[in-house]
C-alpha cells in the first residue's frame, strides 16, 4: 500500500512562509506525476503545483511567482515552498501522486491570518 505523508502546515501570518513536505512510501521516481493540490471549506479540490518524472512543473495562476514545488529522490520528498501568503490560501493542502492510479495524503492544514 502506497502512502503519502504530508507535513508542514500551520498558522501563518499574511506575507508570511510555509514549507510542505510529502513524504512517499516508495522511490518518487516511481510517480509520473506528484503534486500538491489545496481544498478551500465550500469549494472544489484545485491544482496548485505538480511535478513530472522529467521535472518539469506546473502552477496554478494565483500561486505563480510565490509557490515553488520542489523534489528530493534521496528522500522519497516532495515539498512546497509557500512564500508572500495570503489569506485566500488558506485551505486543506494535499499530496498526489500519480502512477497506475491515483495515490492521495490526507492533507494538512494552511491558515493565514490577515
Known amino acids: 500500500q502506497v502512502q503519502l505523508v504530508e507535513s508542514g502546515g500551520g498558522l501563518v501570518q499574511a506575507g508570511g512562509s510555509l514549507r510542505l513536505s510529502c513524504v512517499a512510501s516508495?522511490?518518487?521516481?516511481?510517480?509520473?506525476?506528484m503534486g500538491w493540490y489545496r481544498q478551500a471549506p465550500g469549494k472544489q479540490r484545485e491544482l496548485v503545483a505538480a511535478v513530472t518524472s522529467g521535472s518539469r512543473t506546473n502552477y496554478a495562476d494565483s500561486v505563480k511567482g510565490r509557490f515553488t514545488i520542489s523534489s528530493d529522490a534521496a528522500l522519497n520528498t516532495v515539498y512546497l515552498q509557500m512564500n508572500s501568503l495570503k489569506p485566500e490560501d488558506t485551505a486543506v493542502y494535499y499530496c498526489n501522486g500519480r502512477a497506475s492510479r491515483e495515490y492521495w495524503g490526507q492533507g494538512t492544514q494552511v491558515t493565514v491570518d490577515s
Open positions: 516508495r522511490t518518487i521516481f516511481s510517480f509520473n506525476v
